[in-house]
């Protein structure tokens, strides 16, 4: 059963980059929609970005968009979440997910599985 694995959390400052990976356990994630999510204490999760099984087929949430850019390596059974100018409101644990069957909301966390255990993004100042 596909599980996938996020790392590159960490403590940054304001205006620093970090890039998250997520990779898949046990099976592939080409062919696959990959979902970037955050969630902080006592909130939903957020969706943040996700990617179809190419490039040409992305969505950035408007609150990042222009700092956080996803990307694949299908060879490298990898997704990438770079992450720069970060802000202290990009504090958050993130998780990536695949995507369930069907047509997707990237903005959904319902339609996405496999969780990881999520990486922590502090943002300090």
């Known amino acids: 059963q596909l599980q996938v694995v996020e790392s590159g959390g960490g403590l940054v400052q304001p205006g620093e980059s970090l890039r998250l990976s997520c990779t898949g356990s046990?099976?592939?994630?080409?062919?696959?929609?990959i979902g970037w999510f955050r969630q902080v204490p006592g909130k939903e999760r957020e969706g943040v970005s996700c990617i179809g099984d190419s490039d040409a087929s992305s969505w950035v949430a408007e609150s990042v968009r222009g700092r956080f850019t996803i990307s694949r390596d299908n060879a490298k059974n990898m997704v990438y979440l770079q992450m720069n100018d970060l802000k202290p409101e990009d504090t958050a644990v993130y998780y990536c997910g695949t995507g369930l069957s069907g047509e997707l909301d990237c903005r959904a966390a319902s339609d996405f599985g496999s969780w990881g255990q999520g990486a922590q993004v502090t943002v300090f100042s």
């Open positions: 046990g099976s592939s994630l080409d062919r696959k929609t």
